[in-house]
Structure formats: structure tokens, C-alpha cells
């Protein structure tokens, strides 16, 4: 499966910004879907991740009533509608299929796109 994220940009902080990721090839059918992060000189990190067919979501603490994520399952895509953003959230956003049953772990990368949240 090949991702492909979008909706990345330049923002103010407490602005919001939506992301995307979209599916191709053939009809997404793993276990979920989730989003990373990776800020300069630091490692990629969990944000957030919902499963496919029940819809459950997990949450880092760092975003937690500030991110929301959801799928679009005839669109074989993942949204990240990210609120009140703050400078630390700067970072490549990654989307990723997930490896079976684990919610903060992934399998299958997209590039990444770039979130700058300026304060």
C-alpha cells in the first residue's frame, strides 16, 4: 500500500491545520491508521491513531483535546485536524499503516509533510 500525506504547511500559533493520508492502489484493509511526528534532531514519536473498520482512537498526551483523527473508509483515508497549535508541534508528520494490533506502532510510511507552527 502507498501512502501519501497532505495539507502540511506554515501556521501561526493557535491556528489549525488539517492533514491528510491517503491510500492507493488498492482498498486499505489493515488493522489502522496512524500519525508520527519527527521535530529536528529528535526521533519520530506517536501523535495519533484510529483502527479502520471500529473506528478506535489513541492519543499522545502532547495532543490530547487539541488533535482529532479520523477515516474516510470509502476514500481509503486518514485525517489529523490539528487545533490550538503550538511551537513544539513543528515537525515532518509521517502517516502510516499500522503493524496488526498495535495502536503507536507502525508498518507502511508515507514521505511526510512538513507542519512549521510559528510563534
Known amino acids: 500500500v502507498q501512502l501519501v500525506e497532505s495539507g502540511g504547511g506554515l501556521v501561526q500559533a493557535g491556528g489549525s491545520l488539517k492533514l491528510s493520508c491517503a491510500a492507493s492502489g488498492r482498498t486499505f484493509s489493515g488493522y489502522g491508521m496512524g500519525w508520527f511526528r519527527q521535530a529536528p534532531g529528535k526521533e519520530r514519536v506517536f501523535v495519533a491513531a484510529i483502527t479502520w473498520i471500529v473506528g478506535v482512537t489513541k492519543f499522545a498526551d502532547s495532543v490530547k483535546g487539541r488533535f482529532t483523527i479520523s477515516r474516510d473508509r470509502a476514500k481509503n483515508t486518514m485525517y489529523l485536524q490539528m487545533n490550538s497549535l503550538k511551537f513544539e508541534d513543528t515537525a515532518v508528520y509521517y502517516c502510516?499503516?499500522?503493524?496488526?494490533?498495535?495502536?503507536?506502532?507502525?508498518?507502511?510510511w508515507g514521505q511526510g509533510t512538513q507542519v512549521t507552527v510559528s510563534s
Open positions: 502510516a499503516a499500522l503493524t496488526p494490533g498495535r495502536l503507536t506502532t507502525g508498518e507502511y
